[in-house]
């Protein structure tokens, strides 16, 4: 059974992690798997194969092939071993995993005219080279692919992120790929913890947000499994003092102790700032967690200090943010950050 690569064919978008609103689905997307298609007789299903790399997907719901073309193909089952399909959701048993998944998959083929679904194709399609399919009726061209990851499905709960713009993501790395949020999420999986991220972070808040929200009921989510903190960087910027940043950690921690007894309280340390003054004064901010920390007596709130992940300098930041101005990590400074996580894997049993 003749297959053919796509290997060449990759969406150059990273994993995106989005917020959970009522009901909303929340969608991983994976830039780096390599698709094989192989013919397969009958109702115009065809049987595949997908390699994902290490700490990049958990659930595959829809594989999406652009062609010039109006088609869609489904993925329809996962046959494998080490895998369970739930309806048209194959869950891979990927935890603890330590290298790639690989495992045959069934697609469909379906065809568009003008905007409406035809029946599924019952062509005898054949590979005719490594990005083309020829059929009866036309032929087929594989520009680019994409892979999606329900995340709703089957997860254990939620890690609330409460942070700045460095949470997010959104300024300074290129793609998501190694963005720290991301690999923590994947290092409490790695851990035994399938969580469902709901990311709070706000792009040019500080502490003092966060501590009106969690006075005002809000964020009080069910199932919160893991919350992770990375305020600090705004902070400095805003003139928050000592004190306010100390109320604002302790309010924190009490918040933990009240409403989620048996969650884990991850502080980050806020990440290196390349002026000198500022980065001192963050310093004040991340030692006020550390201490806290310490003080709270509870091995469920614990503390990380990503500033110190690397020496500042400018090729660690968003060339937005201007030479000798750093303060959005970039690829560099995400992965040295990453690095960081690795090391201290303990922080997320």
Same mark, same amino acid.
């Given at each position: ?44 299903? &065809? ?34 071993? $080490? ?69 709703? &499905? ?33 290092? &409490? ?72 007894? $048996? ?87």
């Amino acid at each position: 059974m003749a297959g053919f690569p796509i290997a060449n064919n990759r969406v150059g978008v990273a994993r995106d992690f989005f917020e959970l609103y009522g009901h909303h689905a929340s969608i991983a997307r994976i830039s780096t798997a390599d698709l094989v298609l192989a013919q397969m007789t009958g109702a115009g299903q &065809f049987l595949g194969s997908l390699t994902i790399p290490n700490k990049q997907m958990m659930f595959i719901s829809t594989i999406v092939i652009n062609s010039n073309k109006n088609v869609e193909i489904n993925l329809v089952g996962l046959v494998s071993p $080490n895998a369970t399909n739930y309806g048209n959701y194959a869950f891979p048993n990927l935890r603890g995993w330590t290298g790639p998944f690989y495992g045959p998959l069934i697609f469909e083929i379906n065809q568009f005219l003008d905007g409406s679904m035809l029946s599924t194709i019952n062509w005898n399609i054949t590979a005719t080279s490594e990005t083309t399919l020829t059929g009866h009726r036309s032929t087929i061209t594989f520009n680019t692919i994409a892979c999606y990851s329900d995340q709703n &499905f089957y997860n254990d709960g939620l890690m609330l992120v409460i942070g700045d713009s460095i949470a997010t993501g959104d300024t300074g790395p290129t793609t998501r790929l190694n963005h720290f949020i991301w690999e923590s999420k994947m290092l &409490f999986e790695t851990a035994g913890r399938n969580l469902q991220i709901v990311n709070k972070a706000v792009g040019g808040s500080s502490s003092r947000y966060a501590l009106y929200n969690i006075n005002n009921g809000l964020w009080r989510y069910p199932d919160v499994k893991v919350i992770v903190e990375n305020h600090g960087t705004n902070d400095v910027a805003q003139s928050t003092t000592n004190a306010q940043f100390t109320a604002y950690v302790q309010g924190l921690i009490n918040w933990k102790k009240k409403f989620f007894k $048996n969650t884990v309280l991850l502080f980050y340390g806020s990440t290196p700032l390349q002026v000198a003054a500022n980065q001192a004064k963050a310093n004040d901010f991340r030692t006020i967690k550390r201490d806290l920390v310490a003080a709270a007596g509870d091995p469920l709130i614990r503390y990380l200090n990503l500033g110190e992940a690397f020496v500042p300098a400018d090729s660690k930041y968003a060339p937005s943010d201007g030479s000798g101005q750093g303060i959005h990590i970039n690829d560099s400074g995400s992965a040295d950050v990453i690095t960081l996580l690795d090391n201290n894997q303990s922080l997320f049993a």
